[in-house]
């Protein structure tokens, strides 16, 4: 390391603390000007270990690097210019600043600054104090603290520490913690405090990785910023928690730009810095998540990419060197992890994070990758190659020494699930006056089904007893005299009758314009209230304001548990249906993904979608979401309202403390084989809404496989059942129409009655 090798002697050289990822990026831009690079890292492990565009020096311990350091920089005609890429050697820089800064060129906040905004337990006090925008967030350091604050605490929240040190990463925790409940987090502070007990509990922002947004800035010794870039994340790996797998260069509103000077102004800040910032799925705030303290991060390469050369920014402002620097990229270009990008896809595809026409969009437009350069393949190819079977076989090794550890954590946990917003769904007209307004609406959609409906209406009446209410009936023209009855055994009812049948969508829709109550219940005909379930679940929804919509426990008629809580339609979901093998292999989850196979029942957890025979809903949720979509006549239009609510960051509740018995089908019993076409038309007209028309076209050929693996059934049960022969031959026509009807699209399916 004692020669002095720069290619142009009158440049100084630089050093770059850090070779994994930021170090890297850094790397590249600084040795697209010609600058000699020399990278220090105590870890060789890095696919970017293997790059030819540095000089790299490997060291043991930070005594042993300070001193490569100094040995290094008293080799150099020029002082050279120091780049910190990681936390760790921020860390390691401030410990040795007295040294260092008489070596080596760098702008770096004060001591006092660095530990304000590195300690997220001093910034939490610092931003509140100043009035920045940041989640609610409380400060724990023994289970002590978490009882005083218990009753404070804001669900979802995330759990994180100070400062993640090597105590932190040695005992295999993740960067951060997301709990859904009070109990969930209790067990981690257990679990952790005895490790690290400096931890921060903040509230969970809701939003997907495309809500994080980030501002990159560069300030000189006078404290101004002479470089910034403005961005968002599209991806995220490990997803919604971790680092930027995929971002593009967006514009800032002014108010969180202004928001960023003023807090490094502030401090008298000096050096990079960098916020990161979340909007609110909701109310589209942005809230400071945390800031970058004097290092770039991973996002400086997507300014790179773009023409915003901060690192040759800062290496001409410390050195006084004007090079020259091409003026930014007029098209946006995309900055993609290779490494992670794909894991961050799969996973958010299986979250219903992601769409098809995301992941397209982004690899078909202009791109910068983390790892491949024409200059340097050697980096990509080391990562592709060695490095992913070397870490292949340490995650083979670490399961098997772990293995109880981690059936154990997959038994414990279940992360809440987010949804991407495609659509934005315009909100309801709903005004309703707060002074005469009940606790609880319930809506009940009647069509022939006289009897069991009076049977409804007598459980609601006998079963509610703490709660303000009003039933509301909406009669979609029965040909029985469901009208008249409910007029003579329930005059309290306020009944709305239909000269047509609107359909169920429509039906609750008349409801929930008449409805007057903090929360709307819609309600089947043929369900019967147990054990005050209205009263029950008016107590949990109390107890739980993020959420939107609650589902219940509900049995059948055979007082069995029935399935309650379902997944979004899905491709895959629909193919097991077709070949059924759901019915084929009952006792395999898997093959039952649909109705979700396995779920725990007796367990109070955040679902997808509940069932439709019993929805209690927040009414100031109907305000914001909007009221059902009445293309919906029958079927799926629950599964697209809780789609809809989880959008607009509503989430699904399903709690086993009330329960309900639910006959199932009684106004459709007589029409089974229809049902299964208006069934089928819903869910296509789901997937065309909400995935794309290309899903909906492969889900069309998928139906058709549907109805044409029936059709030999139906056929064959002619001949083995002769008695009910009217019956098959009924269903095969249908069957064969629906083949063909599939093929059509969701409008041929869905018969209006």
């Not at 983390?370 to 670490?398: G, P």
């Not at 029409?671 to 069934?679: E, F, G, I, S, W």
């Not at 059934?713 to 009910?724: E, F, Q, S, T």
């Amino acid at each position: 390391m004692s020669e002095k090798s720069n290619n142009n002697k009158n440049l100084n050289t630089a050093v770059v603390l850090g070779l994994y990822y930021t170090g890297y990026g850094i790397i590249r831009e600084l040795s697209e000007f010609g600058i000699d690079v020399y990278a220090f890292d105590r870890l060789k492990k890095w696919p970017e270990s293997a790059t030819c565009l540095a000089k790299k020096t490997f060291v043991d311990n930070d005594a042993e690097l300070l001193d490569k350091l100094v040995e290094f920089a008293g080799s150099q005609a020029l002082k050279p210019v120091m780049y910190l890429a990681s936390d760790y050697y921020v860390n390691f820089y401030e410990t040795h600043r007295d040294v260092l800064e008489k070596y080596y060129l760098i702008h770096f906040p004060s001591s006092q600054t660095s530990r304000i905004l590195l300690n997220k337990g001093d910034f939490a006090n610092f931003a509140k104090d100043n009035n920045y925008s940041i989640p609610k967030t409380f400060i724990i350091n023994s289970m002590d603290d978490y009882d005083d604050i218990a009753d404070n605490l804001v669900f979802p929240c995330v759990l994180k520490p100070y400062w993640r040190k090597e105590n932190w990463t040695n005992a295999g925790f993740k960067k951060v913690y997301a709990c859904d409940t009070p109990s969930q987090l209790k067990d981690l502070l257990e679990e952790i405090i005895p490790v690290e007990s400096n931890l921060i509990v903040q509230e969970n922002i809701m939003g997907r990785d495309r809500n994080v947004y980030f501002y990159l800035m560069y300030f000189d010794e006078n404290s101004q910023c002479i470089s910034d870039f403005e961005g968002r994340k599209l991806r995220q790996w490990p997803v919604n928690y971790g680092q930027t797998a995929c971002a593009v260069p967006v514009k800032l509103p002014n108010h969180v730009k202004g928001e960023c000077i003023r807090l490094f102004n502030q401090l008298k800040y000096k050096g990079f810095g960098s916020v990161e910032y979340k909007r609110h799925r909701r109310t589209g705030h942005f809230y400071i998540m945390e800031p970058t303290v004097g290092r770039q991060n991973a996002q400086s390469s997507i300014a790179s990419a773009n023409g915003i050369k901060m690192s040759v920014v800062a290496y001409s402002c410390l050195t006084g060197h004007s090079l020259d620097i091409q003026k930014a990229s007029l098209k946006p270009v995309i900055w993609i992890d290779d490494q992670y990008d794909v894991f961050s896809i799969i996973c958010s595809l299986f979250k219903r994070q992601l769409h098809y026409s995301d992941v397209l969009k982004s690899y078909f437009s202009k791109k910068y990758f983390r790892l491949w350069n024409k200059k340097d393949r050697r980096v990509a190819v080391y990562c592709w190659t060695i490095a992913l079977y070397d870490k292949v076989l340490n995650r083979v090794e670490r399961l098997t020494k772990n293995i109880s550890l981690w059936s154990h954590s997959l038994d414990k946990k279940k992360k809440r699930k987010e949804l991407m917003i495609r659509y934005e769904i315009p909100a309801s007209d709903i005004t309703v006056d707060q002074a005469d307004r009940c606790d609880v609406s319930i809506i009940i959609v009647n069509w022939n089904t006289r009897e069991i409906t009076c049977d409804c209406l007598k459980s609601v009446y006998e079963q509610t007893h703490n709660v303000s209410y009003e039933v509301i009936v909406v009669d979609n023209a029965s040909s029985d005299d469901s009208v008249e009855v409910i007029k003579r055994d329930f005059p309290q009812t306020v009944l709305i009758a239909n000269s047509e049948n609107r359909g169920f969508a429509a039906g609750n829709n008349q409801g929930m314009a008449r409805a007057n109550g903090k929360y709307t219940v819609l309600l089947n005909s043929d369900t019967v209230v147990l054990d005050r379930a209205i009263d029950k679940m008016f107590e949990v929804a109390e107890r739980h304001p993020e959420a939107g919509i609650f589902g219940c426990k509900v049995f059948g008629k055979d007082r069995k548990v029935r399935s309650t809580c379902f997944m979004y339609p899905s491709l895959l979901n629909l193919i097991l249906s077709a070949l059924m093998l759901r019915r084929l292999l009952p006792g395999y989850s898997f093959f039952n993904r649909e109705r979700m196979g396995g779920f725990d029942e007796d367990m109070e957890q955040n679902v997808s979608v509940v069932s439709g025979s019993f929805m209690f809903v927040r009414s100031d949720a109907i305000a914001t979401v909007g009221r059902m979509d009445e293309r919906f006549f029958m079927y799926a239009e629950e599964t697209d309202w809780c789609r809809r609510f989880a959008n607009n960051g509503w989430p699904i509740l399903y709690t086993p403390k009330a329960e309900i018995i639910h006959l199932g089908g009684a106004s459709t019993s007589k029409r089974t084989a229809k049902m299964a076409m208006q069934l089928h038309g819903s869910i296509l007209l789901y997937l065309q809404k909400h995935n794309g028309q290309l899903m909906y076209m492969l889900a069309c050929l998928i139906v058709c496989l549907y109805f044409l693996v029936r059709i030999p059934l139906w056929a064959l049960r002619i001949l083995v059942v002769p008695r009910d022969y009217k019956h098959s031959i009924n269903n095969t026509i249908i069957c064969i129409k629906g083949a063909f009807r599939s093929l059509l699209g969701a409008k041929a399916l869905c018969q209006k009655r």
